[in-house]
């Protein structure tokens, strides 16, 4: 989750002035966190009131409520800030950056005993459905939180009658999980970041945000490479960096000093809801 809200603000300041290289500054005086950092605090709220639609559906129209001017879609904007509770059909972005905390409310060891994916795995296409009901909207969510947890299981040496551990081998859980996401998903990942960088620019989809942003992760040697990676894409770089480090958190963790940076952007409210969530959610 903090690694989704760390790549939302190293990118935050590239978004309308993209840069193409891995050189520049983490983090800038002029960083900030945006609507990806507040929907994915909304996400996790939901699931700690219960991980129903109702609860969704509450605590982002709370959350955008809080924080009106975060830099939302215009028919999210509207969307939060009306009495519908509808979805309008979205194939955005923003069910992706938003949903890490699903893939944290999963059960590697229930995986490691059965071979099956935990039941909290639905918790990732609800929190897309209740706004981003289109099929690619969905997908994008759905293809997201089974990198981070498909990480989580393989980066963190779970195993069973069903797996062998293979935490000490990062080319091949990257593999994995490239693998899985391109067979269940239909996403390309055969690109490199040298082959997509050129000629990329702003996109809003799920299809063309989510598959570039887990080929910067598959291409990472560390967390803070990964969020390097992403923005030197283009594009819609806090997005594109908010999928890719809530990936990257995943496999490799966060540096401490990043953390305590990442920190200082945020504010009490939002600071309240990562401390609720490490004290609330148990991480298996």
Not at 154 to 167: K, R
Not at 211 to 216: D, E, L, S, T
Request: charged share 25%; aromatic share 12%; net charge negative.
């Amino acid at each position: 989750m903090l690694g989704a809200i760390i790549g939302d603000i190293v990118g935050s300041v590239y978004e309308w002035n993209n840069i193409k290289t891995k050189d520049f500054p983490l983090f800038r005086e002029a960083c900030f966190f945006t609507d990806d950092t507040v929907m994915t605090c909304a996400v996790a709220e939901a699931i700690m009131n219960g991980g129903q639609k109702d609860d969704f559906i509450n605590a982002m129209k709370k959350y955008g409520g809080m924080y009106p001017d975060a830099g939302y879609g215009a028919r999210f904007d509207a969307w939060i800030h009306s009495n519908d509770r509808a979805p309008y059909n979205s194939l955005g972005n923003g069910s992706a950056m938003r949903v890490s905390p699903c893939a944290w409310a999963m059960d590697c060891s229930f995986c490691a005993r059965t071979g099956a994916w935990p039941s909290r795995r639905a918790l990732a296409r609800l929190s897309a459905e209740v706004t981003h009901n289109h099929p690619e909207g969905i997908k994008g969510a759905m293809a997201t939180s089974d990198a981070i947890f498909m990480c989580r299981y393989y980066f963190g040496g779970y195993c069973g009658d069903y797996e062998q551990p293979i935490n000490d081998d990062p080319a091949e859980c990257k593999r994995r999980i490239g693998e899985y996401i391109e067979e269940e998903y239909g996403y390309n990942l055969s690109q490199s970041l040298d082959d997509i960088r050129p000629n990329y620019h702003f996109n809003e989809t799920c299809q063309d945000t989510v598959p570039q942003a887990i080929i910067a992760f598959l291409e990472s040697t560390d967390f803070e490479d990964a969020i390097r990676n992403a923005i030197s894409l283009g594009g819609d770089s806090d997005t594109l960096a908010a999928i890719t480090g809530s990936i990257a958190e995943a496999a490799y963790g966060i540096p401490d000093w990043i953390k305590d940076k990442a920190y200082t952007y945020l504010d009490e409210p939002l600071k309240d809801v990562l401390r609720r969530w490490e004290t609330n959610v148990v991480i298996k």
